[in-house]
């Protein structure tokens, strides 16, 4: 089965500092990987995904993500933090059968 | 109007109720989940259904049950609810295009005493 491991509950950054938040995979065969952020109070809204095209894939509100085959990993990178940001991150697998594996989740803070 | 409603929004019950928890959606998209999520676990998935005639089992479909009434309304049930199901649900739409959750409701907090 596959799975994701998201490393670091929290994350905290300064605002305008690059953010990084975490996630490897493991995939039996080729994944297609996806990060989500949820907002309090309300449900995941998809960010980006990945459906072995580019293997940097830009997503909505300047994130973007990398897929690395070598290091089993598809980090999520910001280059500068807004305080906007703050919510919590969700990476996401599947192998396109409905299979979705969800991580459990990293929440970021910004601090300004 | 959200695209992905839900209700009620929270609930309270006891041990051993039944309880119903709506979901409807007006996107046009056949296909629609239920997940619950729990702090620390991320989210998983209980039902889906990819049009009217089809459900399926989750990775947690026990003590569950689902109802698709019509393209947008897909119900899920607690036939006798237990404590350890108190958690946050979700329910989610997506077009045909896309196997992966696209839309979220805002969810239904339920707890179980």
């Known amino acids: 089965a596959q799975s994701v491991t998201q490393l670091g509950s929290h994350v905290s950054v300064s605002e305008g500092a690059l953010v990084l938040l975490r996630c490897n995979y493991s995939?039996?065969?080729?994944?297609?990987l996806f990060w989500y952020v949820q907002y309090p109070n309300q449900g995941l809204q998809l960010l980006l995904k990945?459906?072995?095209?580019?293997?940097l894939v830009k997503g909505i509100n300047g994130f973007e993500a990398e897929f690395k085959k070598s290091e089993t990993s598809f980090h999520l990178t910001k280059p500068s933090a807004h305080m906007s940001d703050a919510a919590e991150y969700f990476c996401?697998?599947?192998?396109?059968?409905?299979?979705?594996?969800f991580g459990a989740g990293t929440r970021l803070t910004v601090k300004p | 109007d959200a695209d992905v409603t839900q209700t009620p929004r929270n609930r309270i019950t006891k041990t051993g109720k039944r309880i119903m928890l709506e979901c409807s959606q007006t996107?046009?998209?056949?296909?629609m989940y239920w997940y619950r999520q729990d702090p620390g676990l991320g989210l998983r998935l209980i039902y889906y259904?990819?049009?009217?005639?089809?459900?399926n089992k989750g990775e947690i479909s026990d003590g569950y049950s689902v109802s698709r009434q019509a393209q947008a309304k897909f119900s899920l049930s607690l036939e006798s609810a237990i404590p350890n199901q108190t958690a946050l649900y979700f329910c989610?739409?997506?077009?045909?295009?896309?196997?992966?959750?696209?839309?979220f409701g805002d969810g239904t907090r339920l707890s179980i005493l």
């Open positions: 259904s990819f049009d009217v005639k089809d459900i």
């Open positions: 990945y459906t072995s095209a580019a293997t």
């Open positions: 995939s039996s065969v080729p994944p297609y």
């Open positions: 996401a697998v599947s192998d396109w059968s409905n299979d979705m594996r």
């Open positions: 996107k046009g998209h056949d296909r």
């Open positions: 989610a739409t997506s077009d045909v295009q896309g196997n992966q959750p696209q839309h």
